[in-house]
Nanobody, 116 residues
Framework: QVQLVESGGGLVQAGGSLRLSCVASERTFGRSTMGWFRQAPGKERELVAAISWSGRLPYHADSVKGRFTISRDNAKTTVYLQMNSLKPEDTARYYC?????????WGQGTQVTVSS
């Protein structure tokens, strides 16, 4: 069964840091490119960062470039998102999925709230 479990969210002040983790079932992880997505209230879900199996040339959206870093540990079937210098506009629910995302793979996500 496909399973993606996100964790690591929380409430943090602007300028603070959080590290999100996403543990995937081996079948989900496979050799897939994985991505972190976020959805703020009233907005569409957007891709934040993505990383291929090899980890080479990771992608980061312009809005988070230089502040967020995606990484993965294939042995642990885990994808991480290190978030530094957080801003109130980063407040959203964060999800991981393959990239491009598969509709059946969406998990519960983890809430990130940044206070000003």
């Amino acid at each position: 069964q496909v399973q993606l479990v996100e964790s690591g969210g929380g409430l943090v002040q602007a300028g603070g840091s959080l590290r999100l983790s996403c543990v995937a079932s081996e079948r989900t992880f496979g050799r897939s490119t994985m991505g972190w997505f976020r959805q703020a209230p009233g907005k569409e879900r957007e891709l934040v960062a993505a990383i291929s199996w090899s980890g080479r040339l990771p992608y980061h959206a312009d809005s988070v470039k230089g502040r967020f870093t995606i990484s993965r540990d294939n042995a642990k079937t885990t994808v991480y998102l290190q978030m530094n210098s957080l801003k109130p506009e980063d407040t959203a629910r964060y999800y991981c999925n393959t990239h491009p995302p598969k509709p059946d793979y969406w998990g519960q996500g983890t809430q990130v709230t940044v206070s000003s």
